[in-house]
């Protein structure tokens, strides 16, 4: 592309497209950060709830106990009820759908302990000291102990819902990722400038027709428009992927589409210590089935890739061996994999081949970040 103008243009879209997702992810984490401090909150009413139960349960025993005055630890006993409803119902102002039931189920608990103790203050009023030791040791005791435990299962159930929203975040976040970089590689591809074919000159003295030199084949397999056009159909189509044969037609295509004898998918283990081939295509199931797990520190440009996060470059040798291109596969957590693609006739120096090695790991990122490797079939067949 030589027109200035247009390229200031994909340049401006390119920039507006960082932005946009830039501030998107600033956004969803001061999300998240809400979301932390209010889960960080419910727990410190939810301690603050469960030890007032327990100090309201060791005080209604103290009125029984020898030497002790039943009129002090009344109040105390008022004094912890007090503070324990208050904590319940903070608690029930910030908590989610799923927590309230459990709340509402502490509260009513709680009445019950408030008539508990009514009953054993009538009791000792009227000096029937076994009866109000009775009613204290048993339908006291398990009033408290039971409202403690309906408490813990609201704050188990409010992490359980701070996890499914963190996880939603997290996926936003990913398709955000996923999407600027499909943008930016694909204006990047835009913007690589196209060679003009040389025109026929004609001689003024003799009026014979000179033809130019002959020039190289470029590296790319396809012209800068048709590699747009094919990065575009396969955009879609990685969207739509529902299963793991199709996901390996689709890579088969991208094959085709970077001129690459053989491409193959590299994932992470859940560890992160380890690189293991998935999916691949161009190779046959026997020769994927002997290739041993690559360790990240690996001297090699798949392991060098899921390092950095940088795209990597293996210069082909005349005669002697094909050249490569790695791309890291980045989704929110960082580099889960890489995607290695062998190029034939030193295209893998062609700026529309890294590009496009860059977009189709951008789509696999997608597909695959919830995917970990150690759960992925590393038997598939290529088409």
């Excluded at 000179?210 to 575009?232: K, L, S, V």
């Amino acid at each position: 592309m030589r027109s200035r103008a247009l390229r200031l243009t994909f340049g401006a879209v390119a920039l507006i497209a960082i932005g946009a997702a830039a501030f998107l992810l600033t956004r969803s984490e001061e999300e998240i950060g809400v979301l932390v401090s209010s889960v960080r909150a419910f727990d410190q009413h939810a301690r603050e709830a469960t030890d007032a139960f327990a100090d309201a349960r060791v005080a209604q025993q103290a009125y029984v106990a020898a030497g002790q005055g039943a009129g002090f630890w009344m109040n105390k006993v008022s004094a912890t009820t007090e503070a324990a409803t208050a904590a319940l119902a903070s608690l029930h102002q910030s908590a989610a759908a799923g927590p309230r039931t459990a709340l509402d189920a502490a509260t009513a608990t709680i009445g019950e302990f408030v008539n508990v103790d009514k009953r054993a203050r009538e009791y000792l009023k009227l000096g029937q000291a076994l009866m109000a030791a009775d009613v204290i040791f048993t339908e006291g005791s398990d009033a408290a102990a039971t409202a403690g435990r309906q408490v813990e299962d609201a704050r188990l159930a409010e992490h359980q819902a701070f996890d499914r929203e963190m996880a939603a975040i997290r996926k936003r976040q990913a398709i955000t990722l996923g999407s600027a970089a499909a943008v930016a590689s694909i204006i990047m591809l835009l913007l690589i400038p196209v060679p003009r074919s040389a025109d026929v000159e004609d001689t003024a003295d003799t009026g014979l027709s000179i033809a130019p030199a002959p020039r190289a084949a470029p590296a790319a397999p396809f012209a800068p428009a048709a590699m747009f056009r094919a990065a575009a159909d396969l955009a879609t189509d990685f969207g739509r992927v529902r299963d793991l044969d199709e996901l390996t037609k689709i890579l088969g295509r991208a094959g085709d589409a970077m001129g690459a004898s053989g491409l193959m998918v590299w994932m992470g283990s859940s560890a992160g210590a380890e690189l293991r081939p998935v999916l691949f295509h161009g190779y046959s199931p026997e020769m994927i089935a002997r290739i041993p797990p690559v360790p990240r520190s690996a001297d090699n440009a798949a392991a060098a890739a899921y390092r950095s996060g940088k795209l990597q470059i293996v210069a082909s040798r005349p005669g002697a061996s094909s050249g490569a291109v790695v791309a890291p596969i980045l989704a929110a957590d960082g580099c889960i994999g890489a995607l290695s693609a062998e190029i034939r006739g030193g295209g893998e120096s062609s700026e529309g081949i890294q590009a496009l090695a860059s977009i189709f790991a951008a789509h696999l990122a997608g597909v695959l970040s919830s995917a970990p490797a150690d759960t992925a079939d590393p038997k598939a067949a290529a088409n």
